[in-house]
């Protein structure tokens, strides 16, 4: 069933009107171009972006709102140059309340749901390192376009953590069957280069200025074709894979959390916290 298809209703109003959608909280701030009806949604939680279950719920609400505009597009990047988003909040596993541990999950499925599936095209301006949930956020958009010199990959398994079959799916459409099965069991980051190589990313940029232009090049190639059409192709495409992920969720909010609470997952990320920190001091 298709859960939501363009509106030909919202036509009428797109012709009429562009409204600057924003965001009051701090943690995502969105900008809307009247003159293109692009906006760019920049995530703003310092200092690497990670997904809180906060977090997590505004990049919803702003999705959610900007589907209910008249946005022909957006962008999705990140306040610093330095990382686009480093993953869920290893913070969120650390000893986790239950309750809370289940609604971070949750809310990581609906993140990708609301993303996967806007009826607007998506690009994400990839302006620093993307691993785990980084690389699912840039995973949701249509189009990816990196600066030189990051890092991307689900690295998951690395650290303990199985990577969920909806997310599977979505690197098995990017990058391939062959290459997903080898790169999310062994949790591979890629550099800027082999990402492009392997098909992570579509396109590479010196600079954040490049990038943008790139981006924006790709939401241009949309605006001569009927946006009924386009967004109907897409969901078309992509709806099914909502569906069974919502399908599943349950089970798969257990399996997360009987993985995080298992006795050497929680030692090993001590040690992986610890790691972070050490790298630091050097
Ligand atoms: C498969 C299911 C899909 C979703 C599931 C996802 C699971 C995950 O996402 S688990 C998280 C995976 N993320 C990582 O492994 C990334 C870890 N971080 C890094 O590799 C680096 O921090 C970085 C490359 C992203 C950035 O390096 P940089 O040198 O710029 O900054 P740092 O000094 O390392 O970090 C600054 C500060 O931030 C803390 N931090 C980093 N990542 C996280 C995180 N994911 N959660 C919470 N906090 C994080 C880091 O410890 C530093 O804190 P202090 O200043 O207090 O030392």
Not at 225 to 247: F, W
Request: glycine letters at 6%; charged letters at 25%; one cysteine or more.
């Amino acid at each position: 069933m298709l859960r939501k298809i363009f509106n030909p209703a919202r036509l009428s109003r797109f012709q009429r009107t562009m409204v600057t959608v924003s965001s009051s909280d701090a943690l995502v701030s969105t900008e809307v171009d009247d003159k293109t009806g692009y906006a760019t949604v920049t995530l703003n939680r310092a200092p690497v972006n990670s997904l809180s279950l906060e977090l997590m719920t505004e990049i919803v609400k702003t999705v959610d709102e900007l589907e209910r505009s008249n946005i022909r597009g957006m962008v999705l990047t990140s306040f610093s140059n330095k990382v686009f988003c480093a993953g869920l909040d290893i913070m969120e596993m650390v000893n986790p309340d239950l309750d809370r541990l289940r609604a971070v999950w949750t809310r990581l499925q609906d993140t990708w749901a609301s993303l996967y599936g806007t009826s607007f095209p998506t690009v994400a301006l990839i302006n620093g390192h993307a691993p785990a949930g980084g690389c699912l956020l840039a995973l949701c958009c249509e189009y990816r376009v990196m600066c030189n010199n990051f890092n991307i990959g689900l690295n998951e398994t690395q650290l303990g953590l199985a990577v969920p079959p909806w997310l599977q799916g979505t690197m098995r459409q990017t990058i391939g069957t062959r290459e997903a099965e080898i790169h999310c069991i062994k949790g591979t980051m890629f550099n800027s280069q082999d990402a492009l190589k392997i098909g992570l990313v579509d396109e590479l940029a010196a600079e954040n200025g490049e990038a943008m232009q790139r981006a924006l090049h790709y939401l241009n190639t949309f605006k001569q074709m009927s946006p009924y059409a386009r967004s109907a192709t897409k969901l078309l495409m992509r709806n099914k894979d909502i569906e069974d992920m919502k399908r599943g969720r349950k089970e798969d909010v257990e399996r997360f959390v009987e993985n995080v609470m298992n006795s050497d997952f929680q030692n090993g990320l001590t040690v992986y916290l610890q790691s972070l920190k050490n790298r630091k001091n050097k």
